[in-house]
T-cell receptor, first 112, second 118 residues
Framework: GNSVTQMEGPVTLSEEAFLTINCTYTATGYPSLFWYVQYPGEGLQLLLKATKADDKGSNKGFEATYRKETTSFHLEKGSVQVSDSAVYFCAFLSGGYNKLIFGAGTRLAVHP | DAMVIQNPRYQVTQFGKPVTLSCSQTLNHNVMYWYQQKSSQAPKLLFHYYDKDFNNEADTPDNFQSRRPNTSFCFLDIRSPGLGDAAMYLC?????????????????FGPGTRLTVT
């Protein structure tokens, strides 16, 4: 069935370190892919998205590339900041159906 | 700014006492969703409205109901809250499919209402 597998957290990094959070999905067809971020006590914010194979989504220094051959959508950032500390959710939407399928979330803690 | 608004941000209710959570949107989106997010878990879809058409997820308990009186507003009613219903409740909206395709639009989330059951 449809599912998203994310790297388990928490991920703890020092400021300016490189970040990778792995995400793979199991779905029918080629769904749109998303990364959402949730800051403490807040709702979800769309961080970036990609709607077709080889698309690269990017925002606020974060990037992720839609890899059809490996069914992956790994999130990367070259230099994290303390303000990036949050929970990151990988998700996809199946074509023709509006249900978002989320991964379990990865908590990121960035220390000065 | 166009947005999704949830009120209240924090709600405390007693065990078994009905409670209503509110969501409004200025995006004029035709689809509205309610998600339940328990601590350290992913959001779980409870139901969604496509215009006035209500779509319940198969595993959503009967204790949860929803109303959508117009395009802008959607309510989540919990008829008899139990301790296990304590969670963050997230409202989201989206447009429908991109015209002529099966591609859905992304969902925009409100800030959530944190429900405590005492």
């Amino acid at each position: 069935g449809n599912s998203v597998t994310q790297m388990e957290g928490p991920v703890t990094l020092s400021e300016e370190a490189f970040l990778t959070i792995n995400c793979t999905y199991t779905a029918t067809g080629y769904p749109s892919l998303f990364w959402y971020v949730q800051y403490p006590g807040e709702g979800l914010q769309l961080l970036l998205k990609a709607t077709k194979a080889d698309d690269k989504g990017s925002n606020k220094g974060f990037e992720a590339t839609y890899r059809k051959e490996t069914t992956s959508f790994h999130l990367e950032k070259g230099s994290v900041q303390v303000s990036d500390s949050a929970v990151y959710f990988c998700a996809f939407l199946s074509g023709g159906y509006n249900k978002l399928i989320f991964g379990a979330g990865t908590r990121l803690a960035v220390h000065p | 700014d166009a947005m999704v608004i949830q009120n209240p941000r924090y709600q405390v209710t007693q065990f078994g006492k009905p409670v209503t959570l509110s969501c409004s949107q200025t995006l004029n989106h035709n689809v509205m969703y309610w998600y339940q997010q328990k601590s350290s878990q992913a959001p779980k879809l409870l139901f969604h409205y496509y215009d006035k058409d209500f779509n319940n997820e198969a595993d959503t308990p009967d204790n949860f109901q929803s109303r959508r009186p117009n395009t802008s507003f959607c309510f989540l009613d919990i008829r008899s809250p139990g301790l296990g219903d304590a969670a963050m409740y997230l409202c989201a909206t989206s447009r429908d499919l991109v015209a002529g395709t099966w591609d859905p639009y992304e969902q925009y989330f409100g800030p959530g209402t944190r429900l405590t059951v005492t």
